[in-house]
T-cell receptor, first 114, second 113 residues
Framework: DGGITQSPKYLFRKEGQNVTLSCEQN?????MYWYRQDPGQGLRLIYY???????QKGDIAEGYSVSREKKESFPLTVTSAQKNPTAFYLC?????????????FGSGTRLTVV | AQSVTQLGSHVSVSEGALVLLRCNYS??????LFWYVQYPNQGLQLLLK??????LVKGINGFEAEFKKSETSFHLTKPSAHMSDAAEYFC???????????FGKGTTLSVSS
């Protein structure tokens, strides 16, 4: 079955460490997105990519980086510059326009700073 | 710029009662509107979408929403709540192809027996 896989489900980061969250889709979707979810804040856009080797910053891109070397994969790196990284991270994908069918979401990665 | 506001961060209903979750949008052009549901520690699942066809949209699990341009609203309703409806619900808007969805802050629905 087609879908989006995020891994790991839980991730612990030490202060000053970079960590990478994985997102893979087999839906043949062109566009992929990363959102951060905090209680009471809803979903805030970190980065998105519509085609391979191209991506755009969202509202809260500082302290994060992404790459899109393959259509199926859109990993997110949380760098040491991100001062408050503890959150639930959601990856999504869609057709290029993203309008007609909405997004398909992964099951999320919960990142905790220890 | 477009935005979406969900009125009420928490809604409580009794099992069998009407569910009404409110969403208002701001957009200078006709929007595309979505409702998603999220169960604890899971991703979001699409409930229904408005894409300028019918103004009354039916979704999964008995939910429906009505697009009212004059009120800039897209409220989500269900005639009779079930315990399994307890979750967080998000309204989202997009107006331009190739840009990301804008989400509201969410409404947590609690259902009591």
């Amino acid at each position: 079955d087609g879908g989006i896989t995020q891994s790991p489900k839980y991730l612990f980061r030490k202060e000053g460490q970079n960590v990478t969250l994985s997102c893979e889709q087999n839906l043949n979707h062109d566009a992929m997105y990363w959102y951060r979810q905090d209680p009471g804040q809803g979903l805030r856009l970190i980065y998105y990519s519509q085609i391979v080797n191209d991506f755009q910053k969202g509202d809260i891109a500082e302290g994060y980086s992404v790459s899109r070397e393959k259509k199926e994969s859109f990993p997110l790196t949380v760098t040491s510059a991100q001062k408050n990284p503890t959150a639930f991270y959601l990856c999504a994908s869609s057709s290029w326009t993203g309008l007609g069918d909405g997004y398909t979401f992964g099951s999320g990665t919960r990142l905790t700073v220890v | 710029a477009q935005s979406v506001t969900q009125l009420g961060s928490h809604v409580s209903v009794s099992e069998g009662a009407l569910v009404l979750l409110r969403c208002n949008y701001s957009s200078s052009v006709p929007p595309y509107l979505f409702w998603y549901v999220q169960y604890p520690n899971q991703g979001l699942q699409l409930l229904l979408k408005y894409t300028s066809a019918a103004t009354l949209v039916k979704g999964i699990n008995g939910f429906e929403a009505e697009f009212k341009k004059s009120e800039t609203s897209f409220h989500l309703t269900k005639p009779s709540a079930h315990m399994s409806d307890a979750a967080e619900y998000f309204c989202a808007v997009s107006v331009t192809a190739g840009t990301a969805l804008i989400f509201g802050k969410g409404t947590t629905l609690s259902v009591s027996s």
